[in-house]
């Protein structure tokens, strides 16, 4: 069964710092993908990156950053210069390569960020 | 760009109703998924449908749910008998088998169901 824990429930930052957000995933598979979402107070799933277990490579794109570490089964994100529109639940999820593809959501991290 | 659609965005029932939740998947994806998330909760996997049948489905996706593709494009959601406890946002996703995307899900931009 595969598992995700964000750890952090609610983050609070002030409009220009940096956040990290942590993610942990467990599972047995050795092929599966990570992934982040975005839900906005609208409600909606945005979908911000996607990630293989055979590709640990960071990826950089715009204010946003992520780091993929297999040896700690850690897949984390980092927000340079806060913003207020950044405010959000940001969801890690995993899916592992097998019939059904089904995503595991983590329990999300509420980030707000004050002007 | 193509996206899932859902409808309604909100419906309102009472409770041990039946009520029915449309989707419209991207037009060549082969996979379809519904999810559901409580108020303030994570998002939970309910089931997944692949060649006309499911492929998955959670513990959460009792007798009381069923899932159908009744025409090659809508995709729905079924709840036979609603409780209270089925309030929730429900998310449509469908993901396609080839290409840049793949093994990514799509999402559709929910349908809130609040079960009196």
């Known amino acids: 069964a595969q598992k995700v824990t964000q750890a952090q429930t609610e983050i609070s930052v002030v409009e220009k710092e940096d956040v990290t957000l942590d993610c942990v995933y467990e599972t047995r598979d050795t092929t599966y993908y990570l992934f982040w979402y975005k839900q906005p107070p609208s409600g909606e799933l945005v979908f911000l990156i996607r990630?293989?277990?055979?590709?640990?490579q960071n990826e950089i794109s715009g204010r946003y950053s992520w780091n993929f570490q297999k040896s700690t089964s850690s897949f984390n994100f980092t927000i340079t210069a806060s913003q207020v529109v950044d405010s959000a639940v940001y969801f890690c999820?995993?899916?592992?390569?097998?019939?059904?593809?089904?995503?595991?959501f983590g329990g999300g991290t509420r980030l707000m960020v004050k002007p | 760009e193509p996206e899932v659609t859902q409808t309604p965005s909100h419906q309102v029932t009472q409770m041990g109703q039946e009520v029915i939740l449309r989707c419209v998947p991207i037009s060549n994806h082969l996979y379809f998924y519904w999810y559901r998330q409580i108020l303030g909760q994570k998002v939970e996997f309910l089931v997944s449908f692949y060649n006309n049948e499911i492929s998955e489905k959670s513990e959460i996706f009792d007798d009381q749910f069923s899932v159908e593709r009744p025409d090659g494009s809508n995709f729905t959601l079924k709840i036979r008998s609603t409780k209270l406890e089925d309030s929730a946002m429900y998310f449509c996703?469908?993901?396609?088998?080839?290409?840049?995307?793949?093994?990514?899900?799509?999402f559709g931009p929910g349908t809130r169901l609040t079960v009196l």
């Open positions: 999820a995993l899916s592992v390569n097998n019939a059904g593809n089904m995503l595991t």
């Open positions: 996703a469908s993901r396609g088998t080839s290409g840049r995307t793949y093994n990514e899900q799509f």
């Open positions: 990630r293989n277990s055979f590709d640990e």
